[in-house]
């Protein structure tokens, strides 16, 4: 089992920006999809960004522009640049990973609030 540990949010204004991790228990280099989602109150979790082993990124288009997926397979991490931060961008953030043969792993979550 694959254990994930997101940290980095926090309570920023609108404008700002926050750098979110992801840090796993084991090698990264063997997952071929790698991403983040999030999820406010009452609502479903939405996909984020993605990134493929062979670094191919994919973004929501309510991100595109603004937030920058990327991994370092030596440091086990995986990392979410957050930048022009808006109060609809507030929410939990989960970080998941897929590895061959094995249903998808989750994070616990970090929240991020953004204040207007």
């Known amino acids: 089992q694959v254990q994930l540990v997101e940290s980095g949010g926090g309570l920023v204004q609108a404008g700002e920006s926050l750098r979110l991790s992801c840090a796993a228990s084991?090698?990264?280099?063997?997952?071929?999809?790698m991403g983040w989602y999030r999820q406010a109150p009452g609502k479903q979790r939405d996909l984020v960004a993605t990134?493929?082993?062979?670094?191919?990124?994919n973004y929501a288009d309510s991100v595109k522009g603004r937030f920058t997926i990327s991994r370092d397979n030596a440091k086990n991490t995986v990392y979410l640049q957050m930048n022009s931060l808006k109060p609809e961008d507030t929410a939990v953030y989960y970080c998941?990973?897929?590895?061959?043969?094995?249903?998808?792993?989750w994070g616990q979550g970090t929240q991020v609030t953004v204040s207007s």
């Open positions: 998941t990973a897929r590895m061959p043969l094995t249903p998808a792993y």
């Open positions: 084991r090698s990264i280099s063997s997952a071929y999809l």
């Open positions: 990134i493929t082993s062979g670094g191919t990124t």
